[in-house]
């Protein structure tokens, strides 16, 4: 067997866990959703009619499902440009020695090491207006605001989302500025270049394709595990269910 051949190989070996994983978990429940929008399905009426396009014409024209998608669309356009730029900044801050590095580093991470629906009841406690931190803390300082005020509470949103996929992004492009050579940065220090002319020139061109790929993966999941909205939200909604 040829080295190409079994460097090709190899390759298709070591991603099989994750091709295995998108097949199982992406893959399928995309298809079996698509699938299921062709047939008129009822819990009283057991058997299945195929719809057509019926379903999908009846959501494309539901006002609520309109006003729902342009409301997610900027939401995600928003907090994952925010989340990109910021988890850039922090992998620039961390790729570099400092005191205490270990133990920031180690901080930035625990919102990703903390299930996503548990952080969202923790920050549904912080946020609460009877017995939440949060509140009273703003209340001790002469700040009686309600956090959940039609003006306020997408801010609040964007701000949690932001706090709890922050550190995805950033551990993606702290992951590609590890590996990015050290020889240019060496010959563009030789050339006279400062730090903010190399970041501009050479460090953001030739990391724009894990910065795009760190982007396209947290929009996915702001979209796909928005727990923390979510639980929050359920707050400021009159009639929850608690």
């Known amino acids: 067997m040829s080295t190409r051949t079994t460097s090709r190989l190899s390759?298709?070996?070591?991603g099989s866990p994750l091709i295995v994983f998108a097949l199982i978990f992406v893959v399928y429940p995309v298809y079996q959703g698509i699938q299921t929008g062709f047939y008129s399905l009822s819990l009283q009426n057991p058997d299945t009619l195929f719809a057509g396009l019926e379903n999908f014409g009846t959501v494309l024209t539901d006002p609520g499902f309109l006003a729902a998608a342009k409301f997610t669309l900027l939401f995600a356009l928003a907090v994952t440009a925010i989340e990109t730029v910021l988890g850039f900044g922090l992998a620039l801050l961390v790729n570099r020695e400092f005191p205490g590095k270990k133990v920031f580093f180690t901080m930035l991470l625990v919102p990703i090491?903390?299930?996503p629906a548990l952080?969202?009841?923790?920050?549904r406690l912080l946020l609460n207006g009877d017995i939440?931190?949060?509140p009273e803390v703003l209340r001790g300082v002469g700040l009686d605001v309600s956090l959940f005020a039609s003006n306020t509470v997408v801010p609040l949103l964007v701000l949690l989302d932001v706090l709890q996929w922050t550190p995805f992004a950033f551990l993606i492009m702290y992951a590609?500025?590890?590996?990015?050579?050290?020889?240019?940065?060496?010959?563009?220090?030789?050339?006279?270049?400062?730090?903010?002319?190399?970041?501009?020139?050479i460090?953001?061109?030739?990391?724009?394709p894990i910065i795009f790929a760190a982007a396209a993966s947290t929009i996915v999941m702001v979209?796909?595990?928005p727990f923390v909205p979510?639980?929050?939200?359920?707050?400021?909604?009159p009639g929850a269910a608690e």
């Open 11 to 14: 390759k298709w070996v070591l």
């Open 113 to 115: 090491m903390v299930a």
């Open 119 to 123: 952080l969202g009841v923790m920050f």
């Open 132 to 134: 939440g931190l949060v």
């Open 176 to 201: 590609g500025l590890q590996s990015f050579p050290s020889d240019v940065l060496e010959a563009a220090q030789v050339d006279g270049a400062g730090r903010l002319r190399t970041l501009r020139s």
């Open 203 to 208: 460090v953001v061109p030739m990391m724009k």
């Open 223 to 225: 979209v796909l595990i």
């Open 230 to 237: 979510l639980f929050v939200k359920r707050i400021a909604t």
